[in-house]
């Protein structure tokens, strides 16, 4: 049992970031992907050293975070990394544009699979890309990649990128081996480049159920480049530090081809937190892991007994829940009747593309006590309200 927990809100309410500034007081914000508990100590400790050290100039390139990346993806899913094919930048939405602008010529079509988190379809723009959807398929067992849509994308010409959600924001989807090994053998039959975001897979429920893309074969390794970040895990989207990792030849050179800004911008206090993250910090992650978990089956019994025409599926990774309004009647939008009638920020599922239409993700990276009173206040919306 973990002895974490959330910061109160009174505390949380000092907090500058946007999670905390969007709305006014007497909403719940439970929209953006931050999370409510305090910083592994690991983490803060390895940032407040470069402060006190005066030492918050320009990075002088991956240094110890290669290193300390291997060691966990070694520890966590049994992935062996070269800590030399990693390499750094501000963010993962900065490093899929960046690997993008090497990978795709303009106007080539990137494949995006939607619902997905909203900036995929505006990344591959930034980066003079044209987007193309080949959306999730819906069963009765949940989502799954539409692996007959992908070749049919994949086989044409101009199709040059996939832009690979791993695990899929907002569904909290873990990808199976044989689905990204698939995956792998169309790009590498289609000459299609696979980005693979992961900056979820530290939050998987079961780190034994998360396959890196580049782990899965040669295949892979050929056609891949891996974007991910300390950020979600350990939440510290703000300290701007992301790793790019290509492990053969032909995807290394994709990363070799940046200009050197690109790593040059990566946080020097970013790095010392995402180095101390990986290095240091998996007993907070187990823990923060352990609350989540709880957090998750709690937001499906709240739901149950007092939103029982609510649908929810409960993720295998990460803390973003995506709720099902349309039995309520709430419209297209319910995130925003939420907010009207019952204070509470629920991200759009408009955002996600055209399948979101009548949903809305929630946040319940929160404490118990926060989870339950927004159920009890999207409880108490009254017929006349929706």
């Keep these: 049992m973990s002895n974490l927990a959330a910061d109160p809100l009174d505390v949380l309410r000092r907090r500058t970031s946007a999670k905390w500034r969007t709305y006014s007081e007497d909403v719940l914000p439970l929209f953006v992907a931050e999370m409510d508990f305090p910083l592994a100590p690991a983490v803060s400790a390895a940032m407040i050293d470069r402060i006190e050290a005066s030492d918050v100039g320009y990075v002088?390139?991956?240094?110890?975070?290669?290193?300390?990346?291997?060691?966990?993806?070694?520890?966590?899913?049994?992935?062996?990394?070269?800590?030399?094919?990693?390499?750094?930048?501000?963010?993962?939405?900065?490093?899929?544009?960046?690997?993008?602008?090497?990978?795709v010529r303009p106007g080539g079509e990137v494949v995006i699979t939607p619902p997905v988190y909203p900036p995929f379809f505006e990344l591959p723009v930034e980066a003079g890309a044209v987007v193309r959807e080949v959306p999730l398929l819906a069963g009765p067992d949940g989502w799954s990649l539409d692996l007959a849509g992908l070749e049919a994308a994949f086989a044409d010409d101009g199709v040059e990128a996939f832009l690979l959600c791993n695990p899929h924001n907002p569904l909290g989807l873990v990808h199976d081996r044989h689905t990204l090994a698939r995956v792998a053998d169309l790009a590498g039959q289609y000459g299609v480049r696979v980005v693979s975001d992961?900056?979820?897979?530290?939050?998987?429920?079961?780190?034994?159920?998360?396959?890196?893309?580049?782990?899965?074969?040669?295949?892979?390794?050929?056609?891949?480049?891996?974007?991910?970040?300390?950020?979600?895990?350990?939440?510290?989207?703000?300290?701007?530090?992301?790793?790019?990792?290509?492990?053969?030849?032909?995807?290394?050179?994709l990363l070799d081809e940046m200009p050197a800004e690109v790593g040059f911008r990566t946080s020097i206090l970013g790095l010392a937190g995402t180095t101390a993250a990986y290095a240091e910090a998996d007993p907070w992650l187990d823990d923060v892991l352990a609350v989540l978990d709880a957090n998750r089956r709690l937001l499906g019994d709240l739901l149950a007994a007092e939103l029982p025409q609510v649908r929810y599926r409960i993720p295998d990774a990460g803390y973003l829940a995506w709720l099902d309004f349309r039995g309520l009647g709430w419209g297209e939008d319910p995130a925003g009747t939420a907010l009207e009638q019952a204070q509470v920020a629920l991200e759009s599922g408009l955002k996600f593309g055209s399948e979101g239409t009548g949903r809305a993700r929630l946040n319940f990276g929160c404490s118990p006590e926060v989870l339950q009173e927004a159920v009890r206040r999207l409880a108490a919306v009254p017929a006349s309200g929706v």
Aim: proline share 7%; glycine share 8%; hydrophobic share 45%.
């Design 60 to 103: 002088s390139g991956p240094g110890p975070v290669g290193p300390a990346f291997a060691g966990f993806a070694a520890r966590r899913w049994g992935w062996q990394v070269d800590p030399a094919d990693v390499r750094t930048t501000t963010d993962v939405s900065v490093a899929i544009v960046e690997t993008l602008r090497q990978a």
């Design 198 to 253: 992961e900056i979820h897979a530290p939050l998987v429920y079961r780190p034994e159920d998360f396959t890196p893309f580049l782990s899965v074969s040669d295949a892979a390794r050929a056609v891949g480049v891996c974007v991910t970040a300390a950020s979600k895990g350990w939440n510290i989207a703000g300290a701007k530090c992301a790793l790019m990792i290509a492990s053969d030849d032909r995807t290394r050179l």
